[in-house]
């Protein structure tokens, strides 16, 4: 099984030391590189495939969050910083994870084990869904958007739709990257998004509402 290219950029020397020790312990793991500075990190993400970065935000010479939009979006990121009021700018930047220092071994894997359930979802095709005492594959790229209704939820496959007795938060944890919340009662398909039209996503025909607290991360991540 290949391993996990990631890099540590830090400029924290004490920070770094502890990322390479908790990288080594983990055999999926391969440390690439550990930089105190973004910059001095550039050339190596311009000539490797680089899956992961540990990446402090506020750092001299460039911020975390500025380097993160230079980086190849298949290439993961996990923030790290001691300053909570940064976790906003690194989830809007669709960051895997983030991690509040001091950062224990226990919080650490379990933003790791975060990347490998994301590569299993980007694989799948389609999902089981139970529908009543019915189950039902569906095939993800012919779900357009997926509604709340109380206590249930509605997957939309063109014309048909199928309630599943779930909650959109349980969704989110298992759908691919490929999907997106955009109000408390909708995710969509962003494959299938084709505009958008004063606070309203547009599926060809379909209007789907964007939330206040989302609509800044709809039109960064769709437009």
Do not use: W
Request: proline share 2%; aromatic share 8%.
């Amino acid at each position: 099984m290949s391993r996990t290219k990631c890099l540590i950029i830090d400029d924290e020397e004490l920070a770094r030391g502890l990322l390479k020790t908790y990288v080594a312990k983990i055999d999926s793991l391969e440390l690439v590189g550990s930089f105190e500075s973004a910059l001095d990190a550039l050339q190596i993400i311009k000539t490797e495939t680089i899956d992961l970065i540990f990446l402090d935000i506020q750092m001299p010479d460039l911020k975390g969050t500025d380097f993160a939009k230079l980086v190849d979006a298949k290439t993961k990121i996990i923030f790290t910083t001691a300053y909570s009021e940064y976790a906003l700018d690194g989830f809007e930047l669709n960051a895997l994870d983030y991690l509040l220092k001091p950062i224990t071994f226990e919080r650490f894997l379990t933003a790791v084990n975060k990347l490998e359930a994301n590569n299993s979802n980007e694989s799948q095709t389609t999902i089981t869904v139970k529908s009543g005492y019915d189950l039902h594959k569906l095939n993800l790229e012919e779900i357009t958007h997926i509604e709340s209704d109380s206590e249930y939820v509605i997957f939309y496959t063109g014309n048909n739709k199928v309630m599943s007795n779930q909650s959109l938060k349980s969704l989110e944890r298992t759908l691919p990257n490929n999907f997106m919340r955009v109000h408390r009662s909708y995710i969509v398909n962003k494959n299938k998004v084709t505009g958008l039209k004063s606070r309203d996503l547009l599926l060809s025909d379909l209007r789907i509402p964007v939330s206040d607290s989302y609509f800044e991360l709809v039109k960064k991540e769709l437009f």
